[in-house]
């Protein structure tokens, strides 16, 4: 079968990161993948097996993101939108896709619902219309105002057959930070969590005793990494490493490595995972891949919850998980190098936490769902 998966990041990179690794299991099991990207390139993401057409790039404003900014910086415009949604449909037509996904939307990227609408609108017309699934995570950002919820269910009951969430139910489900509809209900599909298989140890150990800090592909964690420099410096017998991402990692390095600290310093490594395993613990915010890692490996972690804008999503996931053995959370308005070193010590003193116990195979359950959909149309 062929599938079109439709994805925009707009601050780090997990929205895309969640879409390749469903890519890869749909081809893995023989289907032909199309994975339509409209957010910023990142090369450090396994796109293996998968076609990825990348979109001209739209990232958000900071944490604005209803003013969305071009490759050059630009506030965009309609023409730009306008090149976006003719590549989207193309690409679908193109394709002909027996699976359509929309990542995310509708249950966000509002400020991009005209080019979703045109692609739907243009799914309904295809020869053979697709089954339509939209694919969330486990934790959604909740409606500010009761009318986004409903525009929501609108958009799934006119377009859509199932929504896939990505989380295992009997730890979240979607009404910890969604409104859930009789209708909404109904269309539900628990897939488990979308997450690539448990990382080996690294096989040159790299990692092995070190405080991990990482905080996704751009500046949005630059306070986490400066005091996490000075946590180091308060440690100083335990490695600290520092993981910086971002198009703009080699500028900021820079600028961190002007603070004083024993801390390494080094751009985002494809090897990260596997780095985990071997950790001593993990300073991070608190995404939803992120997290995920951190699950499967039971590395003692410390979580930054990302609050910015009044976003509230990580903080809800960082509080479901802080029951759990040798996890700490710290908010963004507590954290001081004095805080977060009293936290990884206490991460590093609980129990290894069990790794089992969780659905961690949501990939392979979506294409199941997915495939076994398209063929009773």
Not at 46 to 51: E, K, Q, T, W
Not at 225 to 251: H, I, K, N, S, Y
Not at 253 to 264: G, K, R
Not at 361 to 377: K, L
């Amino acid at each position: 079968m062929k599938v079109l998966i439709a994805v925009t990041h707009l601050l780090g990179t997990g929205h895309l990161s969640r879409a390749l690794t469903l890519g890869r299991a749909f081809s893995a099991a023989g289907h032909q993948v199309c994975v339509a990207s409209g957010g910023f390139a990142a090369p450090q993401l396994n796109a293996d097996g998968v076609d990825l057409l990348q979109l001209p790039p739209l990232r958000s404003d900071g944490v604005d993101f209803t003013r969305l900014l071009t490759a050059t910086g630009d506030v965009a415009g309609a023409e730009y939108y306008s090149q976006r949604q003719a590549a989207l449909c193309a690409a679908l037509t193109d394709l002909g896709p027996d699976i359509l996904i929309t990542e995310l939307y509708p249950f966000g990227r509002r400020s991009l619902a005209a080019e979703f609408q045109a692609l739907l609108t243009a799914a309904q017309i295809l020869p053979q219309r697709p089954v339509v699934l939209a694919s969330i995570r486990d934790i959604l950002a909740p409606p500010s105002k009761p009318k986004k919820a409903s525009q929501a269910d609108s958009m799934i009951a006119a377009y859509y057959d199932a929504v896939l969430v990505h989380s295992d139910p009997t730890a979240t489900r979607l009404e910890v930070s969604w409104p859930v509809s009789e209708m909404l209900a109904g269309k539900l599909r628990y897939t488990g969590y979308v997450a690539p298989p448990a990382p080996i140890a690294h096989p040159q150990r790299a990692g092995h005793g070190e405080v991990l800090v990482s905080a996704g592909g751009g500046s949005v964690g630059d306070a986490l990494f400066e005091t996490a420099l000075l946590a180091a410096a308060q440690m100083p017998d335990t490695q600290w490493r520092l993981l910086v991402g971002g198009t703009d990692a080699a500028q900021r390095i820079e600028h961190f490595q002007a603070i004083s600290s024993p801390a390494i310093i080094e751009p985002t490594r494809p090897d990260f995972r596997q780095m985990l395993p071997l950790a001593t613990a993990s300073v991070s915010m608190c995404g939803y891949n992120t997290a995920l890692d951190l699950l499967q490996c039971g590395t003692p972690s410390v979580l930054i919850p990302f609050d910015a804008g009044n976003e509230v999503e990580q903080g809800l996931r960082a509080n479901s998980l802080a029951p759990l053995d040798g996890i700490e959370v710290v908010t963004s308005a507590t954290l001081t190098s004095e805080s977060l070193r009293t936290a990884v010590l206490s991460a590093m003193a609980a129990p290894r936490r069990a790794t089992d116990g969780l659905l961690f195979d949501g990939a392979s359950h979506t294409v199941a769902i997915a495939v076994e959909m398209a063929r009773q149309r």
